[in-house]
């Protein structure tokens, strides 16, 4: 019996698959080298931009062809979109052949639902879920380890979809993350770990015996064994300085720091809930080349938020000539259902959004090309 998954969204999401690979390599599957050849097909799905949704509904359909040759096949659909109740029951109703429905909160029952199968189609949203600090990881990536230390967000930016489908912020226990790593390192196969969570900053803030950010990366630096340590993602207004101070003293330490910046526009950072100003943000930048001058800098930006004028537009694109990143993802809004900006006044036309983020691709590029000196 074999096993595929099909993985959208973040490196939080790809992680989450190798769960549900571990889950599934535990009940007998083994992995297939494609979805023609397997016998359950988990798609596990991102919710974050309309477009990763419309992907899925389109790739979720052209499976029909493969359950009507093997009538035996499992079809399951989790993660972020389904976490969605309509977006779910629009998924049953759409396409009968699919066996499995659930949430981002009910994967680490996934071996239930692939046993209840037989008695009929599977649909369950769980609201809340407790961290799962013991399921194995089926690790994909070879270099790299990832380890998850907290799930969720409580930052509720106005445009997006992660709080709702995620859960508030919950930390793991410093314990259980320094027993994960120090297997990874004992083990040996894995040179480079990278520890997630959707606002890293705030690690341990909800924990009982309380831990900042900076002393879990020193704990975890402290740990024997040849290994790099990075992270992701930094909220700009959390990003202390013992978290910078740990990046330029740890020599295990990667020296990159990716921080979504989302807008270089003081009015639309206010819109977006950021809770930072574009000043601000650039002090940070400042403090990081300062400290340490060889630090790798990314960023996220999202372009034609509701409102946004040409010259607010204008303010992110100085804001990227000024910063002088390494890189950055540049994003058209969309609009997620439920979140307070879909229903702000002044939503921006497709075409200019489409205007806006070729521009700032553009800008980017000239700036690499240049030597961003
Ligand atoms: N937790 C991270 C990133 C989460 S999502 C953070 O706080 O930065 C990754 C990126 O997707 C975001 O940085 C943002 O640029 C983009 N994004 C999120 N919601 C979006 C939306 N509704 N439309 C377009 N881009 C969005
Ligand atoms: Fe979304 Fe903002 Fe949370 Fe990032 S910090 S996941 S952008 S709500
Ligand atoms: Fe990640 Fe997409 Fe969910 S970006 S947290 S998989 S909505």
Known sequence: MKYFVVTYGCQMNVHESEKIAAILENMGY?????????????????????????????NVGNLKRLKKKNKELIIAVCGCMTQKEQTAQKLMQKFPFVDIVIGTFNIPKLRYYVEAVKKGRQFELLNEGELDETLPYKRSDKDNAWVNIMQGCNNFCTYCIVPYVRGREKSRKEENILKEIKEIVREGKHKKITLLGQNVNSYGKDLEKQVTFAKLLHDICAIEGNFTLSFMTSHPKDLTDDVIEAVKNEDKIEKFIHLPAQSG??????????RYTREKYLEIIDKIRQQIPNCRITSDFIVGFPSETEEEFNDTCTLVQKAKFDSIFAFMYSPREGTVASNMPDQISEKVKRERVNKLLAIEKRMQKEGKS
């Open 265 to 274: 526009n003081n009015r639309i950072l206010k819109l977006m809930n950021r």
């Open 30 to 58: 083994t992995l297939a080298n494609d979805r023609n050849e397997a016998d359950i097909i988990v798609f596990n799905t991102c919710a974050i931009r309309e477009g990763a949704e419309d992907r899925v509904f389109g």
